[in-house]
């Protein structure tokens, strides 16, 4: 997987690829970034990259000059690397709060793409004209305002970098697995067994691996029902076999 995050920070991406995650997948070559700044690609003489906006209001935008070319730059990359001339189609991910709501199941979708490219916008935005000629995915990270685009193109590239296989070791990836259920996440506890009087439930020290499963599922589903009763009703649509044998179960021990 290759990241290209177009912006006018870069150290600012960089900074952020060296978690523990995303800095080991890269060191074991199974994610690539390139940041690239949009304001080495101006032609103007005083490396300008915004503007006023035009029928007036708040703020600037970025131009689209410097973006179209710096996005060009990083598709002909792409296509020397991949040796194909012209007819390499490949996304190009706006981050704006008018975009779709990023998620799990997005996350996962573009984690089998080769390349991905970010648009990193500054100030007021970018220009509607660019947009149109290179965005092919506009994608939010939630409804409030940010001040540029960068921590939500990391946002995406840690959840999509934690679906790309090997890029997660054994023993992490079954979180990320308990999630893709549409669940909420069930509550986890460690050493010690007891901490200020209060104890580890005690199925979790049982061993009987099934009853684990079936006491983080209905925690799951409990806490599902309480905060993101949307993601609940969901679920119980496509599993309602659960219920049957929940109600079986129930009946039997009555
Ligand atoms: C320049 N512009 C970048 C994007 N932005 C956001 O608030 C945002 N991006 O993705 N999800 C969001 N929410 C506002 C400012």
Same mark, same amino acid.
């Not at 689209?64 to 996005?71: E, F, N």
């Not at 149109?132 to 001040?147: E, K, M, P």
């Not at 995406?156 to 259920?181: H, K, W």
């Given at each position: ?22 800095? &080991? ?48 730059? =990083? ?14 189609? =490949?996304? =190009? ?68 970098? &934690? ?92």
């Amino acid at each position: 997987m290759f990241f290209h995050v177009l912006t006018l920070f870069p150290d600012m991406i960089r900074d952020g690829f060296t978690t523990s995650i995303l800095g &080991r997948a890269a060191e074991k070559g199974i994610l690539s970034l390139e940041a690239v700044n949009i304001r080495d690609y101006t032609k103007s003489r005083h490396k300008k990259v915004d503007d006023y906006p035009y029928g007036g209001g708040a703020g600037m935008l970025m131009q689209a000059q410097p973006v179209y070319d710096a996005c060009q730059a =990083v598709i002909e990359g792409i296509q020397t690397r991949k040796k194909t001339a012209g007819e390499e189609k =490949v996304r =190009v991910i706006y981050l704006t709060p008018t975009g779709q709501v990023f998620s799990q199941q997005l996350a996962r979708e573009l984690a089998r793409e080769e390349d991905l490219i970010f648009l990193c916008g500054h100030y007021e935005g970018i220009d509607e004209r660019v947009l149109q000629r290179i965005v092919t995915d506009y994608v939010s990270i939630g409804d409030y305002v940010l001040t540029g685009g960068e921590l939500p193109a990391m946002v995406m590239m840690d959840a999509i970098a &934690r679906n790309v296989p090997g890029v997660l070791g054994n023993e992490e990836s079954a979180q990320t697995e308990s999630f893709d259920d549409g669940l909420l996440e069930y509550p986890q506890y460690t050493r010690p067994e007891i901490w200020e009087g209060e104890r580890v439930p005690e199925v979790l020290l049982s061993g009987d691996h099934a009853k684990v499963e079936e006491w983080r599922l209905e925690k799951s589903l409990a806490k599902t029902k309480e905060v993101r009763p949307e993601l609940y009703e969901s679920w119980a649509e496509s599993h309602q076999e659960y219920f049957v044998k929940k109600a079986k179960k129930e009946e039997r021990l009555r």
